[in-house]
């Protein structure tokens, strides 16, 4: 028997290496990673410059806690506010962990309870998260969740503006629902929710996990909606392998996260933060993000000149095909074809390569993508 929890249903693979889009299982088999270890690996497998910061900070100083200064943390919460509306950051290690400051800095900030949240949404398992998750799959057998979560369907505004009271606090949402599906936001449904905020004294948390760090071709995916967060998370893409999260905040909230107020033993320490900072550096470069761009359109016109009859959603490097049937034996075929991709609910095959794939690897996916699809 396993010596392990058996939590994960985890695929027959031994990955043993990688390199860029490419990993390599047990017994030498290649495959295209287009899963990214789920939206995280931004700059792929073992690229030279993080594995560069590692060996580099790692003979230097990994931790610190967070008793002392660190003018590196600082930098690398300035690096990712720069031109945007938001002022400040707070550092931890998952997305589950972001959400949880965000949620507990909105109750706080606002002294309200009530967060609405969105079904098919994912925002973590932690018990907040999990209970802000509008998924039952993900809440069953758990008992109670906390009680001021209200879910609603996603892009219907007639069904938000019916729970709009004076115990909300907060409007929590992602742009693009990634675990849900690759649903986007609608145009409608954005500009609801930005009237809404505003006219009713609400706070937005937008959930970037998985859309942020320029993985949707803009550095984060609410610059493409007229929302304008008040709270945004960030986990996944940000370390490019290197566990690290963050909540970013606007300067109106600066007060309300005092000290003592909120903490984390591990987050943002030396070594995950120049592991980050080496990723930004590389990702918030707005070549990098044309690439993105690029390569974007190049993937969305292959995969329609190629299966004409399939429907493709999402935006940058986070791509969905939708099928009509369930999805989960495409995948099983993709991995004995060599080409490694996840779903995202049940009819859904979720497209997420490292951003630093090429044409030719594109085209090799879409290639294997037809064999099994047709
Ligand atoms: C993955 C994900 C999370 C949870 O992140 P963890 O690091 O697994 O805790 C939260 N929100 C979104 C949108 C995600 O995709």
Known sequence: MSSLFQNYTRRPIHLVKGRGTIVTDANGKDYLDFTSGIAVLSLGHTHPAIVQAIQEQSEKLWHISNLFENPEQEKLAETLVNDTHFAHAFFCNSGAEANEAAIKLARKHTGKHTIITFEKSFHGRTFGAMSATGQDKIRNGFGPLLETFKTVPFNDVSALEAVIDDEVGAIML?????????????????????????????????????????????????????????????????????????????????????????????????????????????VFVSDFIGEVNRKSAYFIEKLSETLPSHKVVGSGLLLGIVCEEEVASYITAADEAGLLLVSAGPNVIRLLPPLTVTNEEIDQAVDILKTILS
């Open 174 to 282: 992602e742009v693009i629902q990634g675990e849900g599906g690759v649903n986007q936001v609608t145009p409608e449904f954005a500009q609801a929710i930005s009237d809404i905020c505003l006219a009713n004294g609400i706070l937005l948390i937008i959930d970037e996990v998985q859309t942020g760090i320029s993985r949707t071709g803009t550095r984060y995916a609410y610059e493409q909606t007229v929302l304008k967060p008040d709270i945004m998370t960030l986990a996944k893409g940000l370390g490019g392998g290197f566990p690290i999260g963050a909540m970013l905040g606007t300067a109106d909230l600066h007060d309300s996260l005092g000290p003592g107020t909120h903490g984390t033993t591990f987050g943002g320490n030396p070594l995950a933060v120049a592991v980050a900072q080496t990723v930004l550096d590389n």
